[in-house]
Structures are given as structure tokens and as C-alpha cells.
């Protein structure tokens, strides 16, 4: 699945960010206890397979932070050409063994870590494929995961899954269980595309796929598709925008197809088999999916994603917005009390580190003023609400639009500058890393 590094921390990875709406709303009473009785660990006691009880009968007290978790699932069934997230094909007969020790990493941060100040406000299992996973299997782990530490009543629990690869009784196993959000890797729905990406599906598994998961009662899914990719025309790009708008799901990313090092499409690219599309046919491209999508009720809130207003992604807003998140399984990052560590990012060195250390880092750094600086620049103006300059005041003590007066006068025609938020216009979309990288801070 497409996406920028950190959204795939999720895939990884808008306008003040709305809470999804949720299908289950309400608390369902536990069965004998009486409901001014309920305690987190009797809830979590309770937390099993098929158990609907993911809701805690008080509001969250208001001194508790979010906290986003994530589990990287790096199983899949073929590598698509493109794709430079850690995940491993032909592996299977390892998942009981990698549950294992994820289930020892994540007792490994509860007990490590003190997570009382916090609650749960999102979970996504990513990857990979974590489809691949049985729904028992996924269940044990959100157990887990839930007992760290207070639960959002209404928490986004979100997974990827692969057209062709869940069947209608897994996608209803892995909603009675809690999961709430559904983001479906289509890509494309021109046959000719999906083989050239390598994708193991067929368009017909894109629309049955999808009816499933509309069939098990998901009420928030979202798709992905794939742009800009070699052969595609501007014909091509309307026909996929329209076919999935036709299927009206809640939420719709888009990504450009990038070449990076170390994938099939690199390879192929630099032997002079392939040639990419035209940088401004790319952009066209982008500009034309953005606005088709707007035209049709999906707002664009990040420069990447366009949602039904409310279904914007919540664990995806987490990232952009600085809250802190915890990444478990092989190449999964975490961002903890200004702490980023990442995991290794390979499955058997992940395994033996985990055997021996309950945890596998790889690195860690500690996030200092003008990282911090630097990265709230990045994120928030991926989003379209921007860059909210009485925060960075708040934060850091001084005035952006003063510090970084030449720069913002070199982008004037591609910055904004409404309700004290810094924006990027329409017309800076596609210059976005080179505006970011010139208002960002460097050692000097
Ligand atoms: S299915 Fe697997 S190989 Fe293909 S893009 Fe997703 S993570 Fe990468």
C-alpha cells in the first residue's frame, strides 16, 4: 500500500480534526454487572473475540493524553513493484511465532513505560498485509493492547486489508471485535495497472471486496488508489475516480507512484525499461483527482487524502498533529515523551532481539527544539487547516512569520496566511517539500 513514511505508521502518515462517527455509538452494559460497577480491568476481562465491549462508561477525564498505537504486520503475498515498506513474502508459517513476541514487546512497554496519563484514542494495524492475520489471532492482540491503558469510548480502530484477501467471515469476525474502520488497498481498476504493480487481485475483487465489507457492516472505509503510474492516461485516472466515487466509501487516499530505491519499479527505471510519467503530467493528474473528488463531496484535508466530512482518519490526524504514538512489530516507529525509536526491520533479527531483550530498537533519538520545530512545519502543512501560528507560539516562544520573513517571501504566490494559520494554496500543492524544506531550521 502506497503511502508517505510516516502516514504508514500507518499509512505515514484537515480542517480541526473531526472525530469519526461511529457505527456503535452508546455503551453496551456488561452482562451481570451492574454499570456504575464497570472498572477498566473488569472491561478488559470481559474484552474477548466476540465480545462488543470496547466502550468504558465514564468520559475521559479531560487531564489524559491521546495516545495512537500501531501494529506493523509485515506478512505479504507478493511484493508489488513499488513498495519499499518492510514486509516479506512467502513467510506465513512465521505469524504464530511473531504474535508471540509481539504480544512480549507490548508487556515489555507496559512495564516500561508509564502510560497512567494517557488514553487510547486510535489503533491501526498496518503493513504488510495484517489481513493475513486469522481474526483470533488479531483479537488476542488488541487484548493486549487495550490493557496498557485507558480506552477512548469511541476509539478508531482501523486495518488495512488486501482486495481478495478477507472473506466475508473474517471481515464480520474482525468487526464484532471492535474494529471500526476498513482502509482497502484497490490501487486501480485498470486490469493492465494492477498487473504492472504487480498486485496479486483483480478489479472484480475490488468491488466484491468492497461489497463485503459494506455486507459485514463496516460504516467507515476507506480505498486507496494509485496515480501517475507509466501508460496511464488522463482517461485512465477519471475512469478509477469515477468507479470508486460510484462505490461511495467514506474516505479516498491518492498517491502518486514513486520510485524508490531498493524496489522492482528502481530497478527497472534505472535499467531504461520503464519511463515514468512527465513530472507535470504527474502534478495534472493529482490537481484533476483532488478537485474531481472535492467536486464530489470529499474534502481534501490533507494533501493526500479527501474524506466525507467526519471520516477524515483519525489515527493519520494523530500522526500530523504530534500526539504521541507507539509502534510495535519489525520497522514500526514510535514518538514517546519526545523519544522516536524505531524497531529493526527485519523479521528474525525482530524475533531473537524481542526473545532476548523484550523489545527490538534499532535506534532511538531524543527530539530536540528544532526537530520538533522542523517536524510540526512538515506535518501541519500537509494539512489543509494548516499551520496554526499561536501554537508555534505557544510552543517555542517566537513568531514563524518573523523568523522565516525572507522565505515566506519567496513563496508568496503559494502561501496563505488566514485566522493566523499558514497555508499552502492549491497552486503550492505540488511544491510542498521544497516550501517545508525552506521554512525549516538547520543546525546553523
Ligand atoms: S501489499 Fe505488501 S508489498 Fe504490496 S504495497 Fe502493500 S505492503 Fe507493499
Request: charge should be negative; hydrophobic fraction near 35%; proline fraction near 5%.
Amino acid at each position: 500500500m502506497v503511502s508517505i513514511h510516516l502516514a504508514k505508521q500507518s499509512k505515514p502518515k484537515g480542517a480541526p480534526c473531526k472525530r469519526i462517527q461511529q457505527p456503535e455509538s452508546g455503551f453496551i452494559p456488561l452482562p451481570g454487572i451492574p454499570e456504575e460497577n464497570h472498572s477498566p480491568a473488569q472491561l478488559f476481562d470481559l474484552i474477548k473475540l466476540d465480545s462488543p465491549h470496547f466502550q468504558l462508561p465514564y468520559p475521559m477525564d479531560p487531564a489524559l493524553k491521546p495516545l495512537a498505537l500501531y501494529v506493523h504486520v509485515p506478512f505479504c503475498k507478493a511484493k508489488c513493484t513499488y513498495c519499499d515498506f518492510y514486509s516479506i513474502v512467502g513467510r506465513e508459517q512465521s505469524i504464530p511465532v511473531f504474535l508471540e513476541k509481539l504480544l512480549v514487546e507490548i508487556e515489555y512497554r507496559s512495564t516500561h513505560l508509564d502510560l497512567s496519563g494517557y488514553f487510547i484514542d486510535t489503533l491501526f494495524f498496518g503493513g504488510g498485509t495484517p489481513n493475513l492475520l486469522k481474526p483470533d489471532q488479531l483479537g488476542k492482540i488488541i487484548g493486549a493492547l487495550l490493557e496498557l491503558t485507558n480506552s477512548e469510548p469511541n476509539m478508531e480502530i482501523g486495518m488495512e486489508i488486501n482486495p481478495g484477501e478477507a472473506d466475508l467471515n473474517d471481515l464480520v469476525a474482525y468487526k464484532s471485535m471492535g474494529i471500526n474502520r476498513i482502509s482497502i488497498g484497490m490501487q486501480s481498476f485498470q486490469p493492465e495497472h494492477l498487473r504492472f504493480m504487480s498486485r496479486t487481485h483483480s478489479v472484480e475483487k475490488c468491488f466484491s471486496t468492497y461489497e463485503d465489507v459494506r455486507k459485514a457492516g463496516f460504516t467507515n472505509v476507506s480505498a486507496d488508489l494509485i496515480f501517475a503510474i507509466p501508460g496511464q492516461t488522463k482517461t485512465h485516472w477519471e475512469a478509477d475516480l469515477k468507479q470508486l466515487v460510484a462505490l461511495s466509501p467514506e474516505h479516498i487516499s491518492t498517491y502518486s507512484l514513486t520510485v524508490e530505491e531498493g524496489t522492482a519499479l528502481h530497478r527497472w527505471v534505472e535499467a531504461g525499461h520503464i519511463q515514468m510519467l512527465e513530472e507535470t503530467v504527474d502534478t495534472g493528474m493529482y490537481a484533476l483527482g483532488r478537485d474531481y473528488l472535492e467536486s464530489k463531496g470529499f474534502l481534501n484535508y490533507e494533501i493526500s487524502n479527501q474524506a466525507k466530512p467526519g471520516f477524515e482518519c483519525r489515527h493519520n490526524l494523530n500522526y500530523w498533529t504530534g500526539v504521541d504514538y507507539l509502534g510495535f512489530g519489525p520497522a514500526a516507529h514510535s514518538y514517546f515523551q519526545r523519544r522516536r525509536h524505531w524497531n529493526i526491520r527485519n523479521l528474525d533479527q525482530y524475533l531473537t532481539f524481542v526473545s532476548n531483550f523484550g523489545m527490538a530498537e534499532a535506534a532511538s533519538e531524543l527530539i530536540n527544539e528544532r526537530t520538533e520545530r522542523n517536524e510540526l512545519i512538515l506535518t501541519r502543512l500537509r494539512l489543509t487547516r494548516g499551520l496554526d501560528l499561536a501554537e508555534y507560539q505557544n510552543r517555542f516562544g517566537s513568531d514563524l512569520l518573523v523568523q522565516r520573513n525572507a522565505m515566506l517571501k519567496k513563496w508568496t504566490s503559494q502561501v496563505s496566511l488566514e485566522n493566523n494559520h499558514l497555508t499552502i494554496n492549491q497552486s503550492g500543492w505540488s511544491l510542498i517539500d521544497e516550501i517545508s524544506s525552506d521554512l525549516m531550521f538547520t543546525d546553523k
